[in-house]
Every structure is written in C-alpha cells, then in structure tokens.
C-alpha cells in the first residue's frame, strides 16, 4: 500500500503504518525537531519516507507556528482562532515560536515528483489546513482509494473558516466517496471525546 501522512508529528500513526512490511508510507512533518526524532526512529526502514515540508494549496514558503505544549500537536500554518480561549481551554493553545520560512508544496506536485500513480490510504492531521491538503490534489484527488481528514465542528480551533465538517464532508461525496464522521479521539489513550474536532473517514 502507498500511505501518505500529512502532518507526522511524532509518528504515533508513522509506527503503525510501518507495522506492514508492504507498505509504502510518505510521512510529512515540518518542524525540524520533531522530523529528527521521526528519522531516528524510522529512517533505518526502507519503506519509510519523510519530507521536512508541510503540504498547502500553494506551492512555495510560509510562516509555520509552533506550539511546544503538549506533544505538539496544535502547530499549524494558521493563527488561533482570536475567541478560542473563550470557548475551549487548553493550556497548548498557544504558539512559542515559528520557522519563517516552511517549504509548503502540494500533493499533485509531490505526486509528480516522486511519481505517485495513486494513494491507497491518506491521513491527514494538518491542524486547520486539512482541508487544503484535499484540494491540493487537484484532480489526483481520484486515484486516492481512501483515507482520514481531521476538521473541525464545534468549535473552530483556527482562523480559518472552510476547515469544518459541514463542507469538507459533502466535498469528498461530490467526489465519489463513502463518508463516516467520528469524534477525535475515539479509540486514543487520555483524549477528550467532546466533539470540537471530528475525523471524517473516507473511500470508494
């Protein structure tokens, strides 16, 4: 299976993917501390494959957040939403510092450099900017067989708007795709299940 992962972290998916010793996984990750431990960890498997970039709509170079709080996992492309603190209190919604300059590239574009015929599973954790992750496919969005998108619901984490589970949903079934949504957090030690965020689930 061809895996791509977009937004690594500290690979607490990346090990489970590469349980499979068929399997194939581009694993994405930005932040240059985070991407070490990820290579130290995997680089010595050959089906492993990581790119220190983040994935946008754009190709090119973008002020990337970093919060150090937790495992990490609230870095983004993206500022906070302004009334966050208001509606969902976490002590990681805070950035301590950014790169100036992340390479942002799109996943057609990686596609055809790496000459990816087709995904057979997709996941997606891009803080706020998932839903461009989609539509940086282009039209390659059709050779993607399935995969997992995490957005928002309740509660709008960025200041984005379109990240929301009530326009990325109806745009993977325009496309062809069996939906399923799912609180974040469902089935992973010490989350809080509240429905802010949801994971939709998608194939064809």
């Not at 976490?90 to 100036?100: G, I």
């Not at 039209?139 to 379109?162: A, M, P, Q, T």
Request: net charge negative; glycine share 6%.
């Amino acid at each position: 299976m061809i895996i791509i992962e977009v937004g690594a972290n500290q690979g607490q998916d990346t090990e489970k993917f590469l349980e499979n010793i068929n399997n194939v996984v581009y694993s994405f990750e930005p932040i240059p501390e985070l991407a070490f431990k990820l290579w130290e960890k995997h680089g010595q498997n050959k089906n492993f494959h990581l790119i220190t970039a983040a994935v946008d709509i754009e190709n090119g170079w973008k002020k990337f957040n970093i919060s150090k709080g937790g495992d990490w996992g609230c870095s983004s492309l993206h500022d906070f939403a302004p009334y966050l603190n208001t509606v969902w209190q976490r002590p990681d919604f805070k950035y301590d510092s950014f790169l100036a300059n992340a390479m942002c590239i799109r996943l057609d574009t990686f596609m055809d450099l790496f000459n990816i015929k087709e995904i057979d599973y997709i996941h997606i954790d891009a803080q706020g900017n998932d839903f461009n992750v989609l539509k940086s496919l282009g039209e390659k969005i059709n050779v993607v067989r399935s995969g997992v998108v995490e957005v928002s619901n309740k509660v709008e984490l960025y200041d984005v708007k379109d990240n929301h589970v009530s326009i990325v949903k109806p745009w993977l079934e325009e496309r062809g795709y069996t939906t399923r949504v799912e609180d974040d957090g469902v089935g992973k030690p010490m989350a809080t299940i509240n429905g802010n965020e949801v994971n939709i689930f998608f194939n064809r």
